[in-house]
């Protein structure tokens, strides 16, 4: 079977070809539909507003695309917001909520065009530059169109479902976004409102993944409440019709959610548009603002993320352990970071297990200095070597000749401690420490107790010396 990065790349090369057709409303990689069943064949499938043959033999999608298998499928995309004219009764989630959290109805508390109306507060998230709480949804359903301002107001629920305002108000537009990737939008949270990091009917929410082909899904919305499916299509490309002002947007590298129908018949609808879309697991995965039938799509949550700014607002956090800056999803540097830092609480606890030797190496001086080179200017490294009880510095000894190499130099003599310590620092990891209380090679003779006190006694000699030689070293001359 194709690797699905393989079909990625083909579709790409394709995608402007179909998307340019009159008929085509979008292009991904996903399971094969055959009578109208996902199968477990994965293929470039072209979107058609209508399935029909009347279309000319250039513009048909070849049944393979460089050898992979593609299909045809019906999907006209539609935004997922809710709408109705100002008169008209309520329809669905009305609840007014305490505490906010993600899965609640919400909405613009301005009337546009004599309409009013509604989405999904998806969840609650920490605004990167202030690291206050905020609310994450969609451009259309906060901003709607080309005529919102920074600052307009929301309400919880949305007017459409007897929300009120000013009373029901909650924040204001902090921030939104209409690209070739995300329709997404942050909300300000007004001071005293109480939040939580959950999604309603789904539970706290763990922090973010990518979503993958065959992943099970959950999503909490203002209309059709608790759903389940499944991630049937990614990288695409889809076209939508935003309305008057603003017309209509291809967004790319988009996530395809297939309702379970053996639980739901939809998986969404509109008035859920803002919803995020989670794993079994509590990880959010996308962020949804459109369907076709039973299909929806939504933009990747890492998109979401750094488009906005924000980070996802963890039930960690909502614990209360920790501050919001320690909850941004980790980068590559923070990893390498936090191996470094292992590695170095490995060195001194390995240097100072030995209750022995540590009485001749707990001069955090000298730590430092024989270290310098291997952790330079590292703060974790310096707060572990902090940690040392200081004892008073052994008596000055003037360097003379032994095992270091007779009238050796500071250098040299710092030197030769650096390579002992660079032999303990080196068995960091525990399944890799040889046990040095029995012989190297099978077969051979134990060594003698008496000679691993010898060797244990010229390591803490050759410490102590250095000790000396560096304190004499730093002694200014009279």
Known sequence: MPSVAELVAVKQKVEQQFLDQPNVTGIDVGYKEVGGE?????????????????????????????????????????????????????????RHVSTLKGGVSMGPSRVIDGSVFAG?????????????????????????????????????????????????????LLRATLSTAVD????????????????????????????????SVRKRGRTTGLTHGS????????????????????LKNQVSITADASRNAMFSDHGDSGSVIVDDDGFV???????????????????????????????ALQAGRGSPAEHVKPTIKDATDHKQVIKEKELIKELTKDKELKEFIKDK????????????????LKDAIDHIKPLERPPVVPPGPGPLGGQSSLEQRLGAVEAQLARLGSFIEP???????????????????????????????????AVAAKTEFDTPMA
Request: hydrophobic share 40%.
């Open 38 to 94: 996902l199968t477990d064949q994965i293929a470039v499938r072209v979107h058609v507003a209508r399935k029909t043959d009347d279309i000319p033999s250039a513009d048909r999608v070849p049944e393979r695309l460089e050898g992979f298998v593609t299909d045809v499928v019906e999907r006209v995309y539609e935004l997922q917001v809710a709408s109705r004219p100002v008169d008209m009764t309520a329809l669905a989630d009305t």
């Open 120 to 172: 999904t507060l998806g969840a609650i998230v920490v605004d990167n530059a202030t690291q206050a709480k905020a609310a994450l949804t969609n451009f259309h359903v906060a901003a709607v169109d080309s005529t919102f301002e920074i600052g307009d107001r929301m309400v919880q629920p949305s007017l459409i479902d007897t929300g009120e305002a000013p009373q029901g108000e909650f924040g204001a």
């Open 184 to 215: 997404g939008a942050l909300i300000s949270i007004d001071p005293g409102r109480a939040t939580s990091c959950e999604v309603d009917g789904i539970g706290p929410v763990r922090g973010t993944k990518k979503a993958a082909l065959g992943m």
């Open 231 to 250: 991630v049937d299509g990614v990288s695409g490309s889809i076209q939508v019709d935003y309305g008057d002002g603003l017309g209509v947007h291809t």
């Open 285 to 315: 995965v996308a962020l949804l603002f459109a369907g076709a039938g039973s299909s929806t799509s939504a933009n990747p949550i890492a998109s979401v993320l750094s488009e906005l700014n924000i980070s996802m607002c963890t039930s």
């Open 365 to 380: 001086e000298v730590v430092k200095e024989l270290t310098k080179d291997a952790f330079p200017d590292n703060k974790a």
């Open 431 to 465: 399944e890799q420490r040889p046990d040095l209380s029995g012989a190297a090679l099978s077969g051979a003779p134990q060594p003698a107790q008496d000679g691993t006190e010898e060797l244990r006694a010229e390591l803490e000699r050759q410490v102590a010396e």
